[in-house]
């Protein structure tokens, strides 16, 4: 196929449309965690009291744990990612691995933190839940959807590695990568107030 023929860049930026369809979605992403952000701070300054109680129910140290398996994660994605541009398969393979390692541990943390949460009534329905928690489930559970929606092509990739030739799209890996990236980052936005409020009452 001539370049003149060839669709898989955009014309003019020479940008891969893979890539600036993830940077769409990402944009359209980022407002709805933008909402998510603007809502909880409205609410947090006229009910600075309860979003205090709430804060200070959480674990600065699950939630700091939970930061530094992210951080890892997006270290190892960008690994992945420029081992497989290298073609060197093997090494991919193991970063990857330890990506959606990762990704599952996470989901494990936050399993451990919602559990807390229903054993001390917390969660939505129960006799404790306040408006501070609607919100605290609400982000959090956004950003695992996001978290799971990351893992499910990761796994493919990564199984598909296993075959001959191993995984031959570099381009998608590093399209993958973007969204890894923006979850991660979004993590970071979501819990500082949380956090502090947490450590500073313990």
């Known amino acids: 196929m001539s370049s003149a023929l060839n669709l898989s860049h955009e014309p003019v930026t020479k940008i891969r449309n893979g890539k600036l369809v993830m940077w769409a979605f990402l944009g359209s992403e ?4 933008a909402g998510f952000f603007g809502t909880f701070i409205v609410l947090r300054n006229s009910n600075y009291a309860t979003f205090g109680e709430g804060s200070a129910q959480l674990s600065w140290q699950l939630a700091l744990v939970n930061t530094f398996i992210l951080i890892g994660s997006s270290l190892t994605m960008a690994l992945s990612i420029y081992h497989l541009e290298r073609h060197n398969n ?15 541990g996470f989901l494990i943390v936050k399993y451990f933190e919602y ?8 969660f939505p329905g129960q006799e404790h839940h306040t408006l501070f928690f609607s919100f605290y489930f609400l982000m959090t559970g956004f950003h695992g959807i996001h978290v799971i929606a990351g893992i499910i092509p990761m ?15 570099p381009g998608k890996v590093e399209t993958l990568g973007l969204y890894c990236h923006f979850v991660d980052l979004m993590w970071i936005f979501i819990f500082p107030d949380a956090v502090a409020g947490a450590a500073a009452h313990h």
């Open 90 to 104: 093997r090494l991919f393979r193991l970063f990857m691995g330890l990506t959606i390692l990762g990704g599952f």
């Open 155 to 169: 796994m493919y990739m990564f199984f598909r590695s296993f075959a001959k030739g191993g995984y031959p799209h």
């Open 115 to 122: 559990s807390a949460k229903f054993q001390h009534g917390l």
């Open 30 to 33: 980022l407002m709805f965690f």
